[in-house]
Nanobody
Framework: QVQVVESGGGLVQPGGSLRLSCAAS????????MGWYRQAPGKERELVAT???????NYAESVKGRFTISRDNAQNTVYLQMNSLKPEDTAVYYC???????????????WGQGTQVTVSS
C-alpha cells in the first residue's frame, strides 16, 4: 500500500506564509505527477498546483504568483510554499500522487488524509 502523508498546515494571519510538505512511500517504482488540491467547506475539491517528474508546473489562477510547488524526486516529496495568504485560501489541503508501485504496475492515484490551513486574523 502506498502511503501519502502531509504536514505543515495550521493557522496563519492574512498576508502570512505556510509551507506544506507531502511524502510518499519510499518503496515506489515511479511517481509521475504530484500535486496539491484543496477543499473549502461547502465547496468541491479544486486543483491548487501540480508538478511532473520533469518539473513542469501548473497552478490555479487564484494562487499564481503567491504559491510555489516543488519536489524532491529522490525523497518522493512534494512541497507547497504559500505566501501572501488570504482568508479565501482557508481549506483542507490534500496531496496527490500518480504512482506506479512496481515496474509492471499500472498508474494509480493516491491521496493523503489532508491538512487544515486556516487564514484568519
Amino acid at each position: 500500500q502506498v502511503q501519502v502523508v502531509e504536514s505543515g498546515g495550521g493557522l496563519v494571519q492574512p498576508g502570512g506564509s505556510l509551507r506544506l510538505s507531502c511524502a510518499a512511500s519510499r518503496s515506489i517504482f515511479s511517481i509521475n505527477t504530484m500535486g496539491w488540491y484543496r477543499q473549502a467547506p461547502g465547496k468541491e475539491r479544486e486543483l491548487v498546483a501540480t508538478i511532473t517528474n520533469t518539473g513542469a508546473t501548473n497552478y490555479a489562477e487564484s494562487v499564481k504568483g503567491r504559491f510555489t510547488i516543488s519536489r524532491d524526486n529522490a525523497q518522493n516529496t512534494v512541497y507547497l510554499q504559500m505566501n501572501s495568504l488570504k482568508p479565501e485560501d482557508t481549506a483542507v489541503y490534500y496531496c496527490y500522487c500518480n504512482v506506479r508501485r512496481y515496474s509492471y504496475s499500472r498508474w494509480e492515484d493516491y491521496w493523503g488524509q489532508g491538512t487544515q490551513v486556516t487564514v484568519s486574523s
